[in-house]
């Protein structure tokens, strides 16, 4: 049985808030302890709150109040702690978010009965070396992208998978996704959308200069490097859209399944592909 659950929602979003208050009142209906993050617990202005690092560890369970960006951003601070959560789209598009806020209640009472089931979704680790040193590390949902600048020349990163060279591509950036990200901007880039039980990473060029330079899918228990061959361009490193950092030349990038997993609850009257049908409008004319 559930006993604790914590509570996130998409910043600066009344909305998000509205919902929020309601949900924490109607789980403590049900002798819940509701943890709530700091940011949330102000703006509902009735309760105290926790650090947002710090309730996975105290939680059985976490409900995500906003759209994917959201999800994402908690399944980073939930890392190695891998407790379930449970994502209601409060947005327009929601691959990961695929609850609705009219079945809310209905899917969360089954939830605190223990009766769901999740879909393990494989995380990237990603470090960054400069001068042999590494000098930044990230645990990743979707996707890690080396993007140039808006003025920089086209970038030259040379990829080995393993101990084995597999080029150097010439292209405006890459993009290293999960499965769970193969819909995010590895779909924009003309990557292929990739079922998200599966075990494996896609490396996609962003408008290579080569046309015969294409996405690739490689094993999830490959290791893949990445090593900067520029110069003076400006060149950037994000993770999951949301954190990164500015890369230098001869600085390597380092990807790898992460030891730990994000556990999403799944819907109990919608399945993955049911999911692309609505969201990418399959079918319609």
């Known amino acids: 049985m559930i006993k604790s659950v914590g509570v996130y929602a998409k910043r600066n979003n009344s909305a998000a808030a509205d919902v929020a208050k309601r949900l924490c009142a109607w789980l403590e209906m049900r002798d819940c302890k509701v943890l709530v993050e700091d940011e949330l617990a102000a703006a509902l202005g009735d309760r105290s709150g926790l650090p947002r690092a710090d309730i996975p560890a105290r939680a059985d369970v976490i409900v995500v109040l906003g759209g994917d960006g959201t999800l994402i951003s908690v399944a980073r601070q939930v890392g190695r702690h891998e407790v379930p959560i449970l994502g209601v ?10 609850i609705t806020i009219d079945k809310l209640y209905v899917e969360l009472d089954r939830v605190l009965r223990g009766d769901f089931t999740v879909s393990n979704r494989i995380m990237i680790d990603a470090a960054i070396e400069r ?78 200069h080569t046309l015969t330079n294409r996405p690739i899918i490689v094993s999830d228990q490959s290791h893949i490097r990445i090593t900067m061959r520029i110069d003076k361009e400006r060149v950037f490193f994000t993770a999951d859209g949301q954190v990164g950092m500015a890369l230098q030349a001869q600085d ?26 609505t969201k990418l409008r399959w079918g319609e004319r």
């Open 131 to 208: 001068d042999g040193e590494q000098i930044a590390d990230y645990q990743v949902l979707n996707d890690v992208v080396i993007n140039k600048g808006a003025l920089a020349r086209i970038v030259d990163m040379e990829v080995w998978v393993d101990e084995h060279y597999l080029t150097t591509f010439k292209a405006d950036g890459m993009i290293v996704s999960s499965p769970t990200g193969s819909t995010a901007y590895n779909l924009a880039a003309g990557g292929p959308i990739v079922s998200p039980g599966l075990h494996c990473l896609v490396i996609t060029p962003i408008c290579a």
């Open 252 to 277: 390597v990038v380092t990807i790898s399944k992460a030891q730990m997993c994000t556990r999403l609850i799944k819907s109990a009257d919608k399945e993955y592909f049911e999911v692309l049908r």
């Open 89 to 98: 789209n409060l947005g327009s598009l929601g691959f990961l978010t695929e």
